[in-house]
């Protein structure tokens, strides 16, 4: 509780660092399944050392590389522009300048936000940007129900790729890929009798979802503001809170384990709806300092094998929710992340150079 | 983020390479194309290698044919969430006009090896929207849940698939089917969250149209549980839930709910069962904070210096007591309530 004096040990920054650096450098076979989502893991690692404020000690080889493989996938064709996860489905040599890519290989509506974040941590200058493409690639992904689906004309879709849209279409500063009424509609239509968020329609609230109903309602400019009537906003933040359990951690549904990343998803959200002070940042910090592996990187429950996934959104919820003065003590310069950006899910300074650098 | 570690196959299932086999000798396996650098590059294995260099040259040639479900079974197995060989799969079953009763059969075992892959339910629900025929994936559903009674996608699946298809036969035994799932574990919420999408958001069905009658069955029904397990707040929403998609005012269960905020040494004796109103069970951690939170909603609501007043002192014991994570919260519900 957080009356209770308990002993901070200091966060590893060093240690989280490697852990992301280490796998940028290179993953075993065994974790093939990125192929499908590798920009999405680039995303994490690079994130993470952004928070850490760490980009600096990363080479200038190493940082104009990963540039040079993120444009890489940058795909066009019949859909329009975007970013694939990655090059697991184009044959050696690759395409060509004029060639489009196949049906099996389109660009992605998720990795196309994360490529667009990564590139504003590596401080590109976006002249390779296809915008007007990824517009059409918005417009081709967009479902009549208001939805978007991962690639164009698929019917998987949930409400990740509808955040994605909304993000993308802030960072180029162009709404006009995206119907915002239609799919205002569709994430109404998510919400549950509990507060929350489901991931489709009648689906149960989940933090993740929560997350990015509430953020993508605050990020599209056309949407009446609040978005939320004040009862809606209340039962909202009545059940994010309800998600902090006994061990300072949040679960990502009623009566479910805590999980670190959902201190991110559910500590935003509330950050989002105006409810941060309402915290308890402290047990919060407590279960996230549990969470680190010894030899680097944050899992999602302590004694579980860490990852970039919930190492990236455990800091990111600690710049939000740092330790109090009252249990800091000597380690507080070591718990100091850079000061993020809520709705975009990026450092406030990258999310700054994505809206000067994005738009056309 | 997928780090989900791969059953290890025994030698003796590990089929042999495309490489290897005669039958695939006219397919020109293509390499992945990679730059020099690439972010995180992943030690193939060398059967995801050969599988996938296989798959990028039927992609490449546009074949379509029985060893291309091999091949992209294959490949699926290695990644289940590999979604073009997925996508690829799914035309190919089309354009072979595939048995899809054999590919569900399939999926019945992918579905529980890959429990927490999207691909995996959504190619179920392609291949059932062609069907047509989703009374057996009740079945399967129940037997999948018996794996991880919380899984997500496969409650989604259900959701889906009962308001995809929206067949009265399908509704039929969805009750009973909930019912058991909260019998097993009370604590399920997913049972809870399902519960309140049966009874209240799929239409008035046969049975289910006497509003009345049905709001009082579910009052009746979470109230019992509550009595079960007091400390439950998947319960306790379901109750909120049906009070306030029903607008009956929180007011109508104080007489339920005191019982469960009073300390029991405070209650009083008493032999006669109130059926409406089942008391906590012998033993419940007693006074519970949702109950306490409950009757301070009612409290707020009936307004007026004494309301607020009484509110007010439940909310510090949830702040001092019952509920001390959430210190700050009931600190901001007090001011709040004060300054109206
Ligand atoms: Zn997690």
Known sequence: ??????????????????????????????????????????????????????????????????????????????????????????????????????????????????????????????????????????????????????????????????????????????????????????????RT????????????????????????????????????????????????????????????????????????????????????????ANSLVRFLASCQFKYGGISKAPGETPDPYHTYLSLAALAMYPPGQDVAHNEAASWRIEPIDPLLNATKETVKWAREHIPA | MPSVSRNSQSPLDTPPLFSERPEWSDITPLDQYEDANPVAPIFYSADYKDATDYFRGVVKTGEKSERVLDLTERVIRLNPAHYSAWQYRYETLIALGSPLDVELKLMDELAVKFLKTYQVWHHRRLLVTLTRNPAPELKFIATSLKEDAKNY??????????????????????????????????????????????VFQSGLREGETDRARVIKRELTYVKHNISLAANNPSAWNYLRGILDANNIPYADLGEFVKPYATSPQDLPVSDLVDLENPPPAKGAELPCAPAI????????????????????????????????????????????ALKT
């Open chain 1, 193 to 280: 009798y509990e507060g929350g968020y489901g991931q489709a329609p009648f689906c149960e609230a989940q933090g993740g979802t929560t997350y990015i109903a509430i953020a993508s309602l605050h990020l599209a400019p056309q949407l009446q503001k609040p978005p939320l009537t004040l009862v809606e906003r209340q039962s909202t933040i009545h059940w994010l809170l309800q998600n902090q359990d006994q061990s300072g951690g949040f679960c990502g549904r009623t009566g479910k384990d805590a999980d670190a990343c959902y201190c991110f998803w559910c500590g935003a959200t509330l950050e989002i709806l105006d409810a941060k002070h309402l915290i308890d």
């Open chain 2, 293 to 336: 939170e409950f009757l301070a909603d009612i409290y707020e609501k009936q307004g007026g210096q004494d309301g607020l007043r009484q509110a007010a002192e439940l909310w510090r014991s949830l702040a001092d007591e019952h509920d001390t994570m959430r210190k700050k919260y009931w600190e901001y519900r007090t001011r709040d």
């Open chain 2, 153 to 198: 996608h496969t409650w989604s699946y259900r959701q889906w698939l009962l308001a995809y298809f929206n067949d009265e036969d399908l509704w039929q035994g969805e009750l009973d089917f909930v019912e058991m799932m909260t019998t097993q574990d009370v604590r399920n919420n997913s049972a809870w969250h399902h519960r309140f999408f049966v």
């Open chain 1, 1 to 190: 509780m957080s009356e209770e004096r308990f002993h901070l040990p200091p966060l590893a920054r060093a240690g989280h660092a490697s852990h992301c650096k280490r796998c940028l450098s290179g993953l075993p076979g065994s974790q093939s399944e990125v192929d499908a989502s590798k920009l999405a893991l680039s995303f994490y690692c690079i994130g993470s050392l952004d928070l850490l404020g760490a980009m600096d000690t990363t080479s200038q080889t190493d940082r104009q590389s990963w540039k040079d493989w993120i444009w890489e996938q940058q795909t066009k064709g019949r859909h329009g522009s975007g970013f694939r996860p990655s090059s697991f489905m184009t044959p050696r040599p690759g395409l060509g300048s004029s060639e489009t890519y196949t049906e099996y290989d389109t660009p992605h509506i998720i990795m196309t936000y994360t490529a667009l974040l990564c590139l504003s941590i590596l401080r590109d200058d976006f002249l390779k940007l296809d915008r007007a493409g990824i517009i059409n690639f918005m417009r081709a992904c967009q479902r009549d129900d208001g939805s978007f689906s991962i690639v164009p004309g698929s019917n998987e879709t949930d409400l990740r790729t509808l955040y994605c849209a909304f993000a993308i279409s802030h960072m180029l500063n162009d709404w006009s890929g995206v119907d915002t009424t239609r799919a205002a509609a569709f994430i109404a239509s998510c």
